[in-house]
């Protein structure tokens, strides 16, 4: 049975002062009926290592350079972060496809760059509102997916993660109907039966398109959606945490 996992993504929101509060207040409350994992900004990873130490409350960073080191000035490489800890790496959100350009190759030399440092990726893909109202919503995934089944044998990708994030659903006002989710998340669970039936059974896909509170429990008990990825939600314990309890 493939175990829940809740993850909050900060993006660029944080300071020392919330992880001095948010960590203690989940770690308070948090219970090992799923898996919890933070992504804070990578300024404040140092930090987030010191709370979390000894805890069940895993971290990972929200990006990682597809290179393990050099003369790449501003860059952070995956070597570097498995030194501070983190145990998973974001690879190919949404933003950083559409903000920063980020192709689906680069994307999977990411994943392989994280693999290769003993943690897991979190491997993002999505769609538009466009491709979606077009009928693209299969070609698009599964040209953001293939390249990273590619890159890798099956034994390589074993306890890596996909997530989900329709970029027409995220912090616009609509949402994806359960239908919708399920039908999404059982197709990409069958792109992975293609490529191996034993890794189809056990990798986690999760769902990350504006995941709240008061729709976590209808997601979240869906037969093919193993956790959430969430965004503002996670920026207050109290919410990550009830999106949390509602995991089972």
Same mark, same amino acid.
């Given at each position: 049975?493939?175990?829940?996992?809740?993850?909050?993504?900060?993006?660029?929101?944080?300071?020392?002062?919330?992880?001095?509060?948010?960590?203690?207040?989940?770690?308070?409350?948090?219970?090992?009926?799923?898996?919890?994992?933070?992504?804070?900004?990578?300024? #404040?990873? $140092? /930090?987030? =290592?010191? !709370?979390?130490?000894?805890? +069940?409350?895993?971290?990972?960073?929200? @990006?990682?350079?597809?290179?393990?080191?050099?003369?790449?000035?501003?860059?952070?490489?995956?070597?570097?972060?498995?030194?501070?800890?983190?145990?998973?790496?974001?690879?190919?959100?949404?933003?950083?496809?559409? #903000?920063? $350009? /980020?192709? =689906?190759? !680069?994307?999977?030399?990411? +994943?392989?760059?994280?693999?290769?440092? @003993?943690?897991?990726?979190?491997?993002?893909?999505?769609?538009?509102?466009?491709?979606?109202?077009?009928?693209?919503?299969?070609?698009?995934?599964?040209?953001?997916?293939?390249?990273?089944?590619?890159?890798?044998?099956?034994?390589?990708?074993?306890?890596?993660?996909?997530?989900?994030?329709?970029?027409?659903?995220?912090?616009?006002?609509?949402?994806?109907?359960?239908?919708?989710?399920?039908?999404?998340?059982?197709?990409?669970?069958?792109?992975?039966?293609?490529?191996?039936?034993?890794?189809?059974?056990?990798?986690?896909?999760?769902?990350?398109?504006?995941?709240?509170?008061?729709?976590?429990?209808?997601?979240?008990?869906?037969?093919?959606?193993?956790?959430?990825?969430?965004?503002?939600?996670?920026?207050?314990?109290?919410?990550?945490?009830?999106?949390?309890?509602?995991?089972?």
């Amino acid at each position: 049975m493939r175990k829940k996992c809740i993850m909050g993504n900060w993006k660029m929101h944080g300071s020392v002062a919330m992880c001095r509060e948010w960590v203690p207040a989940i770690l308070a409350e948090m219970s090992d009926q799923c898996d919890y994992v933070v992504f804070p900004p990578a300024l #404040y990873l $140092g /930090e987030v =290592s010191q !709370l979390c130490h000894n805890t +069940a409350l895993q971290y990972g960073a929200q @990006n990682v350079s597809e290179h393990s080191g050099g003369a790449y000035t501003g860059e952070i490489s995956s070597p570097m972060l498995h030194d501070v800890g983190c145990n998973f790496v974001l690879a190919g959100h949404s933003e950083r496809r559409q #903000y920063y $350009g /980020e192709t =689906s190759a !680069l994307v999977a030399d990411k +994943a392989c760059a994280i693999i290769q440092s @003993n943690m897991t990726p979190v491997i993002c893909i999505g769609e538009t509102l466009a491709q979606r109202e077009a009928g693209e919503t299969d070609t698009v995934l599964a040209s953001q997916l293939q390249p990273v089944l590619d890159a890798m044998t099956p034994e390589q990708f074993e306890g890596s993660i996909i997530a989900y994030e329709p970029v027409w659903a995220i912090g616009t006002g609509m949402a994806a109907t359960e239908e919708q989710v399920q039908s999404v998340h059982a197709w990409i669970r069958e792109q992975v039966a293609s490529w191996s039936e034993k890794l189809a059974s056990v990798t986690r896909i999760v769902y990350g398109g504006s995941v709240k509170p008061t729709n976590a429990r209808a997601l979240l008990s869906l037969k093919d959606v193993d956790g959430a990825l969430i965004g503002g939600a996670s920026l207050k314990a109290e919410e990550f945490l009830s999106i949390g309890q509602q995991a089972s």
